[in-house]
Nanobody, 128 residues
Framework: QVHLEESGGGWVQAGGSLRLSCVASGGALRAYGVGWFRQAPGKDREFVAA?????????????SYTDSVKGRFTISRDNAKNTVTLQMNSLKPEDTAVYYC????????????????WGQGTQVTVSS
């Protein structure tokens, strides 16, 4: 069973950057699709970004981003460290939320209910 732990959240002014990390134990993360989700107060949890090894392109990682973060957020991996990172630039107040990483076998999904493994979350607060 994969155990996930996020870190890197905090407080930042609008326009600033944060780097979230998701470290896995109990399994090799490269075999999993990994997603980042967030939940703001009073709102449903929403998809942010995800990636996995592409089943259709040899030697390729496939990633997806929600429209509101495209061009600002980047998901990446360090397989040697069993870590997935979410680099968040040009942060906006509406990015304020608890951010979660999640893992599922094989390909990533945009649907949170398809992920059986979740971290505890890390708070990101962006002030205007």
């Amino acid at each position: 069973q994969v155990h996930l732990e996020e870190s890197g959240g905090g407080w930042v002014q609008a326009g600033g950057s944060l780097r979230l990390s998701c470290v896995a134990s109990g399994g090799a993360l490269r075999a999993y699709g990994v997603g980042w989700f967030r939940q703001a107060p009073g709102k449903d949890r929403e998809f942010v970004a995800a990636d996995s090894w592409s089943a259709y392109s040899i030697g390729s990682w496939s990633a997806s981003y929600t429209d509101s973060v495209k061009g600002r957020f980047t998901i990446s991996r360090d397989n040697a460290k069993n870590t997935v990172t979410l680099q968040m630039n040009s942060l906006k107040p509406e990015d304020t939320a608890v951010y979660y990483c999640a893992a599922k076998t094989s390909s990533y999904s945009l649907r949170d209910w398809e992920y059986p493994y979740w971290g505890q979350g890390t708070q990101v607060t962006v002030s205007s």
